[in-house]
Nanobody
Framework: QVQLVESGGGLVQPGGSLKLSCTAS????????MSWYRQAPGKERELVAY????????NYLGSVKGRFTISRDNAKSTVYLQMNSLVPEDTAVYYC????????WGQGIQVTVSS
């Protein structure tokens, strides 16, 4: 049974930090491209960051570049998203995604940036 379980979300003040984790099971994690997406209320889901299988290539949405860092630990089947200097516009439900030929999604986790 494939599972992607996100954790680490919550409420944070502007300028603060959060680290999201997504732990995978039920498939060979190290073979999959891993990504984080987000969806704000009333908006379409957007790609925030992705990381390739060995973890040596990453790419970011322009508005988060320099503030967010994606990383992975293939031994732990986990992908991370370190989010710094958070702003209210980062408020969204964040989703973990695994893609190779098949595609898997996590259930999503809420991140709210507000004073």
């Amino acid at each position: 049974q494939v599972q992607l379980v996100e954790s680490g979300g919550g409420l944070v003040q502007p300028g603060g930090s959060l680290k999201l984790s997504c732990t995978a099971s039920g498939f060979t994690f190290r073979h999959y491209l891993m990504s984080w997406y987000r969806q704000a209320p009333g908006k379409e889901r957007e790609l925030v960051a992705y990381i390739n299988q060995p973890g040596d290539t990453t790419n970011y949405l322009g508005s988060v570049k320099g503030r967010f860092t994606i990383s992975r630990d293939n031994a732990k089947s986990t992908v991370y998203l370190q989010m710094n200097s958070l702003v209210p516009e980062d408020t969204a439900v964040y989703y973990c995604n695994a893609h190779l030929i098949q595609e898997y999604w996590g259930q999503g986790i809420q991140v709210t940036v507000s004073s």
